[in-house]
Each structure stands twice: as structure tokens, then as C-alpha cells.
């Protein structure tokens, strides 16, 4: 029933490498939360095979769904809607958590509630902060997006700033594999950054000077890959832990530098991180430091709702749920599912 505040949705997370699916109630209470992650699958290729993603998630769809409802103590008959992530994402990938999500919805006559997959990073800032309620500026650093978002009390979202090139996961990904370390390469390049000097070399991009909210991490990455070649080429040693460490300071202070300078810009008074980047321990303590000293609040998830999962994409679909927003059995997998109109500030499409 639109509007009706109470209600228990099944969602169903399937836009990457993980596959997962979760039961929240009220947009803001995980019943039950289960991921599958395929990491291990990818790791020998060095990154994310689509064609092996899509194939894993088939396999694993039914037993994560079936995992979820039973842990949360329920059949699909007792919730009140499927929610799914419909995009952005590997088409192949999100088609099977659309068409499984959509076959639950027929069966058990539920709605359905189509979600973006950012709105889903930015809405685990809800389950694990219980007082927090919009507006509130977030920072979405994830894999394959680096947005800075204005969320108004209705969660009607507004693009402030974004990458012009790479995501600022991506940039990790591709640094940590030049300098040897596996995949997913944010993790492995924070955990090698911890025994290095964060001053040793400095990493610069002449695009993010200026007021404004996009921000520019291929020049960031190019320069960091740059001084490895040259030091291989010539034979010289260099300390990777020093090339790394140099590298996550010069990407956190730009997402650090931006988004406080957003969230002033706002007057919302609160900042919020979230996407699997927000799980670098560097960044959520800079980022802390510098909104409070910016006299705004911060908060972000705990790990595990910082990387992809349906607990997440539960809590958002709430919001729709309570608008009426349901989508047709029609609904098809978006992978490049646009966030927002537009940049509020440029005017450019997102
Ligand atoms: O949100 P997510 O799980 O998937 C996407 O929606 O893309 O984000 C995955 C990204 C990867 O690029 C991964 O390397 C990065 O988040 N990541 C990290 C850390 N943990 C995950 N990057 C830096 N430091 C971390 N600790
Ligand atoms: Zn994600």
C-alpha cells in the first residue's frame, strides 16, 4: 500500500560480482542479510569475467534467496515486495537477479520495486545510522562510480559532482595490479599502503584544482603508473609500499577535499561515505577529520554494508515502496542506469 509506512521487502542484489539477498523491514531493519561472494572465481583473471559472473550468479541465486527468507524465518508470501537491482551494472549479471526477482514477484502476486544500485550504496547509511534521515550530502565511491549526491528529505537525489574519467575503485584496482597485488586491488593496495610513506611521492591532476565538484582519477592513476614503468625500465628499485601509500593519500584527499567542500556548499549538515571504496580505513578517517573540523556530521557504514549486498538495495527500495513507485513485470536490466538527470552545478548528463 503506497504511503504506509511499514513494510517488509525481499530484495535481491545480483549488478556485479556478488550475489546477494536480504529481508529489511521498514527501510531501516535487517531481518536477514546473505551475500555469495564470487571474488574468488575472478581472482586468477586479475578482475571481473562477465561471462563467468553472469554463469555464478545462476547457480547461486535460488540457494541465496532461499538462505535469506529462511534466516529471516519467512517464505516469500510474508513479505510485502520484491525489490531488485536493476541497474547500473554487467547486463548478463543483473538479468538474472531481474528475471529470478521477477518470477518471485508473479508467483507470490507482490509488487515490485526496480532500484538503482548507487541509491542502494547510499541508503546503507540508514540501516546503520538509525537516526539519521535526509537531506544529507553523500560521497558514493564504489567500483565502477564516484559520485557526490545531494539526498533531499524525499530521497529525490541530486548530482553535485563526479568522476570525468575512471572511479576512484577502479583507479585502485588498476594501481594495485601494476604494482603485483591481486585482485580486488582497493584492499590489497590499503593494506600494502600501511607500511609506506604517504609523502614519498606526489601525485597531481591539474582538472581537480577549482571550485567545482567533478573530479579527474585517471591522471592521478596514469602518474602513479607512470613512476612504476620508468623505475622498472631503468632497473631502479622502488618501494611499492611507498608508490602505494603516496597513492590512496593523493585519492582520498581529493574525495575528502570535494565532498566536505559539497557538503558546505549543501548547508545540509551532514556528510555521508558509502560504496565499496568507503571500506578503506584511510579514507573513513580522513574524511571524519575533515568534515568535523568542517563542523559537519559524518557518518558511514560498517564494512560489510560498505561492499555490494541486498541489505542495502532493501533500505532503498523502502523510500520507493512508500512513494508507490512500482515497477511493470516488464522491467528489464539498465547497465548504464542513469543516477540523475543531471550535474545540478554543469548541467552535464550523468
Ligand atoms: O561497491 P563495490 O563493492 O562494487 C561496485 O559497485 O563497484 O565496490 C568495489 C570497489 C573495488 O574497486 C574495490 O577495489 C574497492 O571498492 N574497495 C576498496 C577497498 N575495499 C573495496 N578500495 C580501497 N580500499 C579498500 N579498503
Ligand atoms: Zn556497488
Redesign the pocket.
Known amino acids: 500500500m503506497p504511503s504506509d509506512p511499514h513494510a517488509v521487502i525481499f530484495a535481491v542484489e545480483s ?2 560480482d ?1 550475489t546477494a539477498a536480504a529481508v529489511v523491514k521498514d527501510g531501516r531493519e535487517v531481518l536477514s542479510s546473505v551475500v555469495f561472494t564470487q571474488i574468488p572465481l575472478h581472482k586468477v583473471y586479475g578482475g571481473v569475467v562477465p561471462e563467468i559472473a553472469s554463469r555464478s550468479h545462476v547457480e547461486k541465486i535460488g540457494a541465496v534467496c532461499a538462505e535469506a527468507l529462511a534466516q529471516a524465518n519467512m517464505t516469500i508470501y510474508d513479505v510485502d515486495a520484491v525489490a531488485v537491482t536493476n541497474g547500473p551494472g554487467l547486463v548478463g549479471a543483473l538479468l538474472v537477479g531481474v528475471s529470478y526477482a521477477k518470477g518471485l514477484a508473479y508467483a507470490a502476486q507482490k509488487p515490485l520495486i526496480a532500484v538503482h ?1 548507487i541509491e542502494g ?1 547510499i541508503a546503507a547509511n540508514l540501516i546503520a545510522h538509525k537516526d539519521l534521515d535526509p537531506p544529507f550530502v553523500c560521497l558514493v565511491a ?4 564516484t559520485h557526490i549526491v545531494h539526498v533531499d528529505a524525499d530521497w529525490e537525489m541530486k548530482l553535485l559532482g563526479r568522476t570525468r574519467d575512471d572511479a576512484a ?2 583507479a ?2 588498476k594501481v594495485a595490479r601494476i604494482l603485483g597485488l591481486p585482485y ?4 590489497e ?2 593494506k600494502l599502503a600501511k607500511e609506506g610513506d604517504p609523502n614519498a611521492y606526489r601525485f597531481h591532476s591539474a582538472f581537480n584544482a577549482g571550485e567545482h565538484l567533478d573530479m579527474s582519477f585517471s591522471g592521478l592513476k596514469t602518474a602513479a603508473m607512470n613512476l612504476v614503468h620508468h623505475a622498472e625500465q631503468k632497473g631502479e628499485s622502488l618501494r611499492r609500499a611507498d608508490v602505494a601509500a603516496s597513492f590512496q593519500k593523493a585519492v582520498d584527499d581529493l574525495l575528502c577535499a570535494k565532498a566536505v567542500h559539497a557538503a558546505l556548499m549543501c548547508n545540509c549538515g551532514t556528510l555521508a561515505l558509502a ?3 568507503a ?3 584511510f ?1 573513513r578517517s580522513r574524511l571524519e577529520q575533515a568534515a568535523r573540523k568542517a563542523g559537519l556530521r559524518f557518518v558511514c557504514p560498517p564494512m560489510n554494508l ?3 549486498n541486498a541489505a542495502m538495495i532493501g533500505a532503498a527500495a523502502w523510500w520507493e515502496w512508500k512513494k508507490g513507485n512500482f515497477a511493470p513485470l516488464s522491467l528489464n536490466a539498465l547497465p548504464s542506469k542513469k543516477f540523475a538527470q543531471q550535474n545540478f552545478f554543469t548541467g552535464d548528463a550523468s
Open positions: 549488478s556485479c556478488e544500485h550504496h564504489s567500483g565502477g562510480h575503485g577502479e585502485f584496482d580486488p586491488g582497493g584492499p593496495l590499503e560504496g565499496g571504496v571500506a578503506n580505513g579514507l560498505c561492499t555490494d
